[in-house]
């Protein structure tokens, strides 16, 4: 017997967080090789904000994705893995909250799992990624653009 491929769907990225994204690197990445041909700095110095960028970015940025397990909704943001019991979400609703969360647009969805835990995402395909979580939670209820219970 098989096993089904869980959904994985990824987040939507706004073109100026995009942007933004690639230039922290690419700026660093100047100061690197303006270290490298003076000799103003050594190299290993210049070379630090853009390894600090690669950690970053490893450990934090990328790939951010929403994977719809078979127990769980599993929010991947670099090496981190958040884990939401399906029977545990309350709630999913459109929200533009600007606070730092694992979603790469400010186009995102607020999931409500209990009184403390909540996190917003921004899957790409948003329509898609409701009905995959609406059929795996039969307690929510479309209501509008949100899912309830």
């Known amino acids: 017997m098989s096993a089904e ?6 987040s939507r990225v706004d073109p100026w967080i995009g942007v933004l994204l690639v230039l922290g690197p690419v700026v660093a990445m100047g100061g690197t090789l ?6 103003d700095a050594p190299l290993w110095f210049a070379a630090g904000p ?19 397990g078979p127990e769980t909704l599993i929010v991947r943001f670099g090496l981190i893995r958040l884990r ?9 609703e459109p929200t533009a909250d600007i ?7 400010l186009e995102r969805l607020r ?6 835990r909540s996190v917003n995402i921004s899957p790409a395909d948003r329509a898609a990624f409701m009905a995959a979580l ?4 039969p307690h929510l209820r479309p209501v509008g653009d949100a899912l309830r219970s």
């Open 5 to 10: 491929t869980p959904p994985r769907f990824p």
């Open 34 to 39: 303006a270290a490298a041909v003076t000799d």
């Open 50 to 68: 853009l390894a600090l960028f690669g950690v970053l970015y490893t450990l934090l940025v990328w790939p951010v994705d929403y994977t719809l």
């Open 84 to 92: 939401l019991p399906y029977a545990e979400i309350r709630s999913v």
């Open 99 to 105: 606070r730092s969360s694992p979603a790469l647009s």
């Open 111 to 116: 999931v409500e799992a209990g009184p403390r």
């Open 134 to 137: 609406a059929a795996r939670c």
